[in-house]
Structures are given as structure tokens and as C-alpha cells.
């Protein structure tokens, strides 16, 4: 247990349907990461947050894609209008900018859109 | 795309060593080398990282080539439970781009 929790785990919906998912990263961690993974392949980066400010978004996050540090602590990832392409496993990762800034990631949350 | 190549899968046989290898012949002066690895259906594991001075922790040892273009991650007892796949990445430490790029890794399985 790296100390970074996801919630839900799974989560199964139907195409057309918003999910959203939360992160709770590491105490005090200032940085905090998404991912999308998909079978056989290596992560790929969606966004980060440094406290509550979004400084970087990936291509592949698209306008039905959103995501929000509101207090610089947990964040959220929302999908909204789900399509078949979304299921993936979504990982959220923390570090701090002041303990060496290396990544910790959390269990991740499995999404399968029918 | 990922700056590092790996070998795409390695067998060792539980109790030996197990070294994994990873090329980075680009790598610039202020990034360092991490190591991952990812058990089946969960989020990948922080093993190890370093810049060009060997390392070592409670899980692995890292060793970096002096012209750091490359670099090996030893485990130096390998069990089962070790079967995972191992992910070799440059960053530079809490620079601006904070992403980690994975390639494909290379899937280390561990026979008895």
C-alpha cells in the first residue's frame, strides 16, 4: 500500500453514461498525476496537478475528459458520454516536488464501458 | 514516445539473480533513471532510481555505466512473487514536464 487511495476499484457503464473517479494522494504530496492504461501497453500520462493548478494535459485528453484539484488535496477525473475506446485502467500517482519528486501511484480504477 | 528500450520478457529461475537491462543512450545530464514494475492488475510499484552513482535499497540494486547510456536493475534473489513487468524510464526530477513515459517494459517471469 503506497499510501495513494482510488475510488471506485471497478466500475462498469453503459456507452453514453458520465463516470467519475477520485484520487487521494499521499499526505502533503503537492503533485498528483492521471494515467490511462490499456491492455498490454505501458501508461500513458492524461494530466497533472501541481497543489490545485493544472499544468499540464495530455492530447489524448479529449473535451469529454475533465479533471479538478479543487483545495490542492484530492482530485477527481470525470468521463463524461462514454464510448467503448474509454475502458481502461485509470491511475492516479502523487510525489512531492520536495522529497525527490518521485511518483507513487495508487491500485488504479478499472473502467469497462458496454 | 519512451527514450529507453528494453527487452520484451527474460525468465530467471527463483533464488538467482535477475538483471534487467535497459538502453538510454539519450539521456540527458540532469535526468535520472527510475525503475517500475507492475504485478498483473495493480498500479506500478516505485523499485528504484538514480542518476550516475550505483544504488541500492531494500528491493534492487541499480547499476549505471559510467557513460550512463545504459543501465541494469538486479534483484538479487528472485522469488515468484517477482513476476511482474519492469518499467526503465528517464525524467528529470520536479522539472516542469512532470509525466513519466512508459514503453512496454519487459515482462520478467520467475520459474521455480
Known amino acids: 500500500d503506497t499510501g495513494v487511495s482510488q475510488n471506485p476499484r471497478h466500475k462498469i457503464t453503459k456507452r453514453g453514461q458520465n463516470v467519475t473517479f477520485r484520487c487521494d494522494p499521499i499526505?502533503?504530496?503537492?503533485?498528483l498525476y492521471w494515467y490511462r492504461q490499456t491492455l498490454g501497453q505501458g501508461p500513458e500520462f492524461l494530466t497533472y496537478f501541481q497543489n490545485e493548478a493544472q499544468l499540464e494535459k495530455s492530447r489524448l485528453l479529449s473535451d469529454r475528459f475533465s479533471a479538478e484539484r479543487p483545495k490542492g488535496s484530492f482530485s477527481t477525473l470525470e468521463i463524461q458520454r462514454t464510448e467503448q475506446g474509454d475502458s481502461a485502467m485509470y491511475l492516479c500517482a502523487s510525489s512531492s516536488t520536495g522529497e525527490g519528486d518521485t511518483q507513487y501511484f495508487g491500485p488504479g480504477t478499472r473502467l469497462t464501458v458496454l | 514516445d519512451a527514450k529507453t528500450t528494453q527487452p520484451t520478457s527474460m525468465d530467471c529461475a527463483e533464488g538467482r539473480a535477475a538483471n534487467l537491462p535497459c538502453n538510454h543512450s539519450?539521456?540527458?545530464?540532469?535526468?535520472?533513471v527510475y525503475w517500475y514494475r507492475q504485478i498483473h492488475s495493480q498500479g506500478p510499484q516505485y523499485i528504484i532510481h538514480g542518476l550516475k552513482n550505483n544504488e541500492t535499497n531494500e528491493m534492487a540494486s541499480l547499476i549505471i555505466t559510467e557513460d550512463r547510456k545504459s543501465s541494469t536493475l538486479i534483484l538479487p534473489h528472485a522469488t515468484l512473487r517477482d513476476t511482474a513487468v519492469y518499467y526503465c524510464?528517464?525524467?528529470?526530477?520536479?522539472?516542469?514536464?512532470?509525466?513519466?513515459?512508459f514503453g512496454k517494459g519487459t515482462k520478467l517471469s520467475v520459474k521455480p
Open positions: 524510464i528517464v525524467r528529470v526530477r520536479g522539472g516542469s514536464q512532470g509525466n513519466l513515459i
Open positions: 539519450t539521456i540527458s545530464g540532469n535526468e535520472y
Open positions: 499526505s502533503e504530496h503537492n503533485r
